[in-house]
């Protein structure tokens, strides 16, 4: 249930398995191979565990001209990926300002989607992403340093009492109270499970789409990170989390909204008038075609308010289900990224990266009335995103119109070879139609995708080329076998192509990992 004061999971959930029991054990690995030096750490920074301190150290401290071929030494003498990637993570949780969330913060968030574009590399090319966000922490960390040099301080005042821990968090977050939610988020992460924890944290992790939904982004990317390097390095990053979403408080108005503009209140309201009256399968991911094409259309028309008010009353009168709430959301994402320009372009792809950080939410959580609100929020952030591109005042920023139900395949079927090699290639609306042919397939898309991956590897030197990819790779499975070559598409939207340059950090990866490779 979802009381007034917010979501709380009882322990000990049957039937539940969790992830996070596959990685609770220490990392490994000799660390003892830096030196004393190079492990020295500042007394009024935050310590974090020992068996990764002076790893962190080091990425910090090491020049960014040099920190690829760091790097690659660490590796040579033993430290291992997963090492790496922790304390990767770990040196933006402890040196950038998580207030506002974006921004340099973007090294944080690029970490989940850097794992997994070298999840999906070529075994040549799978540490490329690693490289990649390393260089940008570099980057982020001297951005951070003229901007009033943030580093993570020790906790102050004393923890609310185990049992107590949720109630306080609530009640902090509730009052946008940063030192309270900060010492109660502590004592969660030190008594509740990794899942009981995060159960407390998505609602507010989607209530505010404020700086174009990075607090949810913030949260998702989080919580599948610790998923990956461990919950014994959960507290830095849930106390740097929990400030980012309280960033901006009620009244200060960001991307055309204060808090008391948005959705939220009024999707709380619909969750508990509406949710004891909806149907046994309102979850259901079965999604019907037309109910899809009607919720899309009311994205693209109404306001905020009267898109989370249909929704809700479709959900209720089981004239759609949660499936087809999703792939409309979705494809509302993907469409604005088609549709923006100039300085929207951002919007548009930030609401394809929130939309991901929303329904991996979504698929985390567990008490059913969260599961709504969430859902709710979903479809509310996408006309707010929607909004607040059409409020942009510059001509070159319109929003053009680009239905992308309306996209169709190319007529002729072309050698898949040809087609990889020129549909990323100048604008991206004349190859659409070749990209939507090749998506409609399930080994051509894989094809289609793998050549934006490895564009991506190659070329990317901004952060949202990963975060956007990344998300479309997720969500693509997700969505009703109909519209995955729609979602697919988006991909040429934000990528690279072969005529693009090899950034100056990823010459310089390739160069230091080059001794790594295989005899």
Known sequence: MLPAGGARVPSGRAGRKQPWLLTRRSLIGNLALLSRAQARVTPEIVRLRPEIEPLVALIERTPRERAASMAAEQLRRGVSYRQ??????????????????GFALHCVFVIHAAHLIGLEAPPESRLLPLFYALDNFKSAQERDAGQGDYTMRAISGPLPAPERAAAEFEAAMEAWDFERAERAVVALARRRSPAETFETLWRYGARDYRNIGHKAIFAANACRTLQTIGWQHAEPVLRSL?????????????NGYAFADQCYVGNLKRTREIFARLPGDWASGASVTEAVRELLETLRQASPEEVCAEFARRLAKASATAGAVW??????????????????????????????????AWLAAVDPQTRLLLLLQAAGWMAQFRTWAESRPGPQDRLRSFPITAIEPAAAAEPLERSLAEIFIGNPDASVARAFRLAADSGSRQAFLGAALRFTLAKADEVHYYKYLAALIEDIPLMSAEWQPHLASAALYYAKGPGDPEPEATRRAREALRGLAPA
């Open 84 to 101: 790496l990637m922790a304390a990767l993570f770990l040196a933006g949780i402890r040196n950038v300002n998580p207030r506002p969330p």
């Open 242 to 254: 929990t400030l980012g979403l309280l960033d901006f408080g009620r009244e200060q108005r960001v």
């Open 327 to 360: 792939d409309a959301v979705h494809l509302a994402a993907a469409e604005l990224s088609m549709r923006t320009r100039g300085a929207n372009t951002i919007v548009g792809i930030h609401a394809v990266t929130a939309a991901n950080g929303l329904r991996h």
